[in-house]
């Protein structure tokens, strides 16, 4: 493979630093937010058709997240403590917005050993602003050629990024930690795509079912890459 690849993409959240965890445990604060009035599987749940909902209106990111966490409360509370539960979540929303990032481990060994071998490049998708904030703190800009950050992760998109970098899609490689947004798409291009396992994934971007694709390389942890493209 290591005669094939140009280009290495990179996804940010939960492959370079943790993000989903963080957005787990505001979650589980927000459902005990409403225990009084539903369990909080319930709360969960609502909360997630609330954010599917409105996915197309928001997109991805914290911000996303919050603004189907107080549309949730006015319609689970039906509007007996709005105030209150959403002076909660601005709050630690606002918190969870300024926490410093937590790089993973063992993911700067590997930009060391491919940078001057490939172009490196960072993929992500999310809100603009949080995910440029998390860039530049992840103190990783030193090791790529090019940040894109995405809307969204589907085939257009990864064909515009594509374009952008005068790459053909075999000679691109994706990795990261979702099989929805980080493999699938690629493999429909005709490009390569490793898959990073992380402990926690966002019900959103769950899949199943195998990947028989060629092009596909499931890997147990970031380091396994070096196998493949050294």
Known sequence: ????????????????????????????????????????????????????????????????????????????????????????????????????????????????????????????KGDLFDQRRKVMGSGLMKYFCHVEIMSDKKKSDYQKLLDTMKCRPQKFLMLGNSIKSDILPVLELGGYAAHIPHHITWQHEAHEGDITNPNFIQLKNIKDIAEYLL
């Open 1 to 124: 493979m290591k005669d094939k690849i140009e280009v290495v993409a990179f996804d940010a959240d939960d492959t370079l630093w943790e993000n989903e965890l963080y957005f787990q445990e505001f979650e589980h604060k927000f459902c005990n937010l409403l225990k009084t009035y539903q369990p909080s599987e319930a709360v969960s749940q609502e909360l997630f058709e609330t954010e599917m909902k409105n996915l197309h209106m928001y997109g991805y990111g914290l911000k996303s997240m919050m603004l189907s966490m107080i549309e949730t409360v006015c319609r689970i509370t039906d509007g007996q403590e709005n105030i209150h539960c959403v002076e909660e979540i601005i709050k630690q929303g606002q918190e969870l917005l300024q926490r410093p990032v937590t790089l993973l481990d063992g993911m700067e060994d590997v930009l060391l050993q491919l940078q001057g071998r490939y172009k490196l490049i960072l993929a992500t």
